[in-house]
T-cell receptor
């Protein structure tokens, strides 16, 4: 079965360190998204991609970057981790031909100390 | 721009009682509407979606939602809840004109009590 996998599931890092969260999907979807989930805010869009070599900023992109070198992967990098980036991060993918349902990974809980 | 308001942050309800989780949206174009459920320590799972057609949409686990264009609402309902329905529920909107990006509400925690 196709799936979307995030790793690691849990990460503790120190302020100022660079951190990369992995997202791998086997749906062969062109659309991929990164969201962060915080209490009272729901999920907010960080970055997204519509295909290889395409990346776009979302609502809360400051301090984050992504790259898309193939269809399956969209890693999210925190350039210099800050305590405000402590959150749960979700990756999602969708098929642009239908543009409707998005499939989500299990999430990565990141703590910046 | 699109936005979503979920009117209740928490909804406590007794087992076997009916429940309604409220969602209002704003958009300058016609939208697609979704309800997702998140069980503890898990990702989001699609409950149901409205793309077009019948305004009453049926989803998994006995949930349904009604699209009301005049009131810009998409409320989620279940006639009889179970303990296992305890979870957080998110309403979301998207549209191809906005690049299929999902815009989420803040979420509603449904607590089912025995």
């Amino acid at each position: 079965d196709a799936e979307i996998t995030q790793s690691p599931r849990h990460k503790i890092t120190e302020t100022g360190r660079q951190v990369t969260l992995a997202c791998h999907q086997t749906w062969n979807h062109n659309n991929m998204f990164w969201y962060r989930q915080d209490l009272g805010h729901g999920l907010r869009l960080i970055h997204y991609s519509y295909g290889v070599q395409d990346t776009n900023k979302g609502e809360v992109s400051d301090g984050y970057s992504v790259s898309r070198s193939n269809t399956e992967d969209l890693p999210l990098t925190l350039e210099s981790a800050a305590s405000s980036q402590t959150s749960v991060y979700f990756c999602a993918s969708s098929d642009p031909s239908t543009g409707t349902e998005a499939f989500f990974g299990q999430g990565t809980r990141l703590t910046v100390v | 721009a699109q936005s979503v308001t979920q009117l209740d942050s928490q909804v406590p309800v007794f087992e076997e009682a009916p429940v309604e989780l409220r969602c209002n949206y704003s958009s300058s174009v016609s939208v697609y509407l979704f309800w997702y459920v998140q069980y503890p320590n898990q990702g989001l799972q699609l409950l149901l979606k409205y793309l077009s057609g019948s305004t009453l949409v049926k989803g998994i686990n006995g949930f349904e939602a009604e699209f009301n264009k005049s009131q810009t609402s998409f409320h989620l309902r279940k006639p009889s809840v179970h303990i296992s329905d305890t979870a957080e529920y998110f309403c979301a909107v998207s549209h191809m004109e906005y690049g299929n990006k999902l815009v989420f509400g803040a979420g509603t925690i449904l607590r089912v009590k025995s």
